[in-house]
Structure formats: C-alpha cells, structure tokens
C-alpha cells in the first residue's frame, strides 16, 4: 500500500510563491521505484497533470501552463516530493494533489497528465491565489 500526504498550500497573492510538499510511505517497494506526480483540480474544472517525475528524479514532465514556473524535486531518503510554484496566478487556484504509480511515468501519447494511469493518490492541500 502507498501512502501519501500533502501540505503546504495556501493563500497568497498574484507572483506570490509557495511549495507544496508530499509525504509518502510505501509498505512494499522503496519510493525510488514510483513514478511521482502532481495534479490539480479547481471548482467545477476536472483534474488536470501539473508535473511529474521519474523514481530516481533524472527525468521531469511539465504540464505548458506551468511550465519555467513550478520545479517538481523529490528526496527518496526521507521518501518525501515536492512542488516549488513561483509567479502564481490566479488560476493556479486549485486543490492540489500528491499522485504516485509504481515504476515508469507515463509518457506515451499524453497518458503522463491521465488519471488512470496513476493509482496511488493523496487527499490534497489547497492553494489559492488571489488577484
């Protein structure tokens, strides 16, 4: 069983920063061997893939409305991810969530930002970002 934790969020204001944190604990396999991910999902909206990151963090995937903006990193010894969101807009206002799946991210035709194609998820820490 994987399970993860968010925290982190909050509010702030237009080009304001924040980093959202994920604390996950893995009964079987180490956290190196996840593919880690997060997405997001704003009122009335539907979920959608903000970033991700391959076990051993060589390789990183950006969703374009956040790319140059957000860093995903992860610390597989204190078996934690994180998500650095600079210059935050308004509609990064979302409930923000910790997603893992066990080995490889999903990079073929767009699965990388499906849901289905990640099994593990968190129960999410809001940010809002006002104008």
């Known amino acids: 069983q994987v399970r993860l934790e968010e925290s982190g969020g909050g509010s702030v204001q237009t080009g304001g920063s924040l980093r959202l944190s994920c604390v996950v604990s893995t009964d079987i396999y180490s956290v190196g061997w996840y593919c880690m991910g997060w997405f997001r999902q704003a009122p009335g909206k539907e979920r959608e893939g903000v970033a991700a990151i391959e076990g051993g963090g060589g390789s990183t995937y950006y969703a374009g409305s956040v790319k140059g903006r957000f860093t995903i990193s992860r610390d597989n010894a204190n078996n934690a991810m994180y998500l650095g969101m600079n210059s935050l807009k308004p509609e990064d206002t979302a409930m923000y969530y910790c997603?893992?799946?066990?080995?490889?991210?999903?990079?073929?035709?767009?699965?990388?930002?499906?849901?289905?194609?990640?099994?593990?998820w968190g129960q999410g820490t809001q940010v809002t970002v006002s104008s």
């Open positions: 997603a893992a799946r066990y080995g490889s991210c999903p990079v073929v035709g767009g699965a990388t930002w499906d849901s289905k194609y990640w099994a593990h």
